[in-house]
């Protein structure tokens, strides 16, 4: 069986848990410390707070952006719905902007006009997705957010290691905190690094990065310093409603130890992407996502066809489990309760009638991907 995506679980990582599940602390111990750092280090942020999954990352963001009743915030409807989930969390109203047809990403463009039909001030913040692992150019999405008044939450899920060049000609690595306000990850086992469930959240502000620390953990503190009272040793006080959104230790374990072949992994998947894209530059019956950057970290490889579904169906007869991303989230039954229709976002509706994710994870041998592309070529061209 070929899925869609797969965990690396090594020898190495078994034994990083067993360590950590025999010491003292199964959470809140040294070893999220570590992992936070480990994982700052590796993205370029200067703070980073471990947190129980990604979709917790995003309320802890939405949360400290002070997102309620009268927000109004902007994402893609190309991503999975805890984006847009998360201000709804908050009670806040969600918008969409279309994608762009080519790197099926936020479309700064139609993100503009969308701000420009409303006075300044209407909406207060945008999450744009670097889908696939295709990094968005936040230099210009900061630009237009800072001319709005606007806060970037980058939601970062699908590129741990990701990066785009700025006009200067620099790195910038997706969750690096130089033009979002704050980033966040996801270390669900379909994502790059696992550790079961888990999430990241990165930032350089430092004052929310506090405030997060003490959301994470029921908006309680036990430093002297931030307390109002200290009846003595035993003293916390908790200042404002937060939640428990702890990672456990061996959870953090899981992580660093997943960290540490993190480079390693994206170079395989970069080579599957190539041996992908070459295998079906040729092909008039496959689109293929167009405008990547050089930075791309490939979570996902898509590809778009007429005949998807008989694709996706076909391939599952060959024991190929392929997947789509993402159904439009404006369009699912919930998102349609709030007034979003089908018809809102034709590039976005487009891209969902023709797209398939196929397999692309590092433990993907040379010879199951020939059999993939084999399969899928011997099917289309049929
Ligand atoms: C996986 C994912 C999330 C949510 O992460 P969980 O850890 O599953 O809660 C959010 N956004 C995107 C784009 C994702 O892919």
Not at 29 to 58: C, D, H, M, Q, R
């Amino acid at each position: 069986m070929i899925p869609y995506g797969k965990q690396n679980i090594t020898e190495d990582d078994v034994n990083a848990v067993i360590e950590a599940l025999t010491s003292d602390f199964l959470t809140q111990g040294p070893k999220i410390n570590e992992f936070e750092k480990a994982f700052a280090n590796y993205i370029g942020s200067k703070y980073a707070v471990a947190v129980s999954n990604g979709t917790a990352a995003l309320h802890l963001c939405t949360l400290v952006l002070d997102v309620n009743s009268s927000s109004r915030v902007i994402t893609s409807p190309i991503t999975f719905a805890a984006s847009a989930n998360c201000v709804k969390y908050c009670g806040g109203e969600v918008h969409f902007a279309d994608i762009d047809p080519k790197t099926y990403l936020l479309d700064i463009n139609s993100v503009r006009s969308l701000l420009k039909k409303h006075p300044k001030g209407y909406f207060q913040g945008i999450i744009p997705v670097d889908f696939a692992g295709n990094a968005t150019n936040l230099e210009e999405f900061r630009k237009l957010a800072n001319e709005f008044n606007c806060w970037i939450i980058e939601d970062a899920c699908h590129a741990p290691g990701g990066y785009f060049i700025d006009s200067k000609n620099k790195k910038q690595n997706c969750g690096n905190g130089n033009f979002a306000d704050l980033a966040i990850f996801s270390f669900h086992p379909v994502k790059h690094i696992a550790c079961g469930e888990g999430g990241m959240i990165t930032t350089n502000d430092e004052k929310l990065y506090h405030k997060l620390l003490k959301l994470r953990t029921h908006g309680i503190t036990k430093d002297p310093d931030l307390m109002q009272n200290n009846d003595g040793g035993w003293y916390y006080e908790m200042q404002e409603l937060g939640f428990n959104y702890r990672l456990t230790d061996f959870q953090a374990a899981l992580g660093t130890s997943q960290l540490a072949r993190a480079e390693e992994g994206l170079k395989r998947r970069r080579e599957i992407a190539e041996k992908y894209s070459l295998a079906f530059k040729n092909n008039k019956s496959i689109k293929r996502q167009s405008g990547v950057v050089e930075g791309h970290a490939y979570h996902l490889y898509i590809i778009e066809t007429e005949k998807r579904k008989e694709l996706y169906d076909f391939l599952k007869t060959k024991n190929i489990f392929c997947q789509v991303h993402y159904i439009p989230v404006h369009t699912l039954p919930y998102y349609q309760s709030l007034g979003w229709q089908k018809g809102d976002f034709k590039n976005a509706e487009n891209y969902y009638s023709k797209c398939l994710s196929l397999p692309m994870y590092p433990t993907l041998t040379d010879k199951e991907q020939t059999f993939v592309i084999e399969t899928i070529i011997g099917f289309l061209n049929d």
